[in-house]
Nanobody, 124 residues
Framework: VQLQASGGGLVQTGGSLRLSCEVSGRSGNRYSVGWFRQTPGNEREFVAGIGWSGRTGYADSVKGRAIISRDNAANTVNLQMIRMKPEDTAVYYC???????????????????WGQGTLVTVSS
């Protein structure tokens, strides 16, 4: 299984960004996806998750500013973030769970497969 995260970059405070995660290697299997982020010296924290059928959830820190969506035919999960803040600066990772498919985990331990991370920098 491979996850390819993309879309990171530099954005100004108040701006928006869309991250994408492409999942490959287990076609035909259902899975849930979580987006996490990590800053130096800190653990990965949950940002948003989506189940196979589209059930979504968000961390309080991004609720109202993030939308997670998926295209199962394209094996892609997107995370759209708006009204970004400097505290959103982090490396963002997507992760897939082929065990829990309808719901999604909110802990990094819930996921076995991870993308390589994409850096998001929000300038003040």
């Amino acid at each position: 299984v491979q996850l390819q995260a993309s879309g990171g970059g530099l954005v100004q405070t108040g701006g928006s960004l869309r991250l994408s995660c492409e999942v490959s290697g287990r076609s035909g299997n259902r899975y849930s996806v979580g987006w996490f982020r990590q800053t130096p010296g800190n653990e990965r924290e949950f940002v948003a998750g989506i189940g196979w059928s589209g059930r979504t959830g968000y961390a309080d820190s991004v609720k109202g500013r993030a939308i997670i969506s998926r295209d199962n035919a394209a094996n892609t999960v997107n995370l759209q973030m708006i009204r970004m803040k400097p505290e959103d600066t982090a490396v963002y990772y997507c992760a897939a769970d082929f065990v829990r498919t309808t719901i999604f985990g909110t802990s990094a331990r819930d996921y076995d497969y991870w993308g390589q991370g994409t850096l998001v920098t929000v300038s003040s």
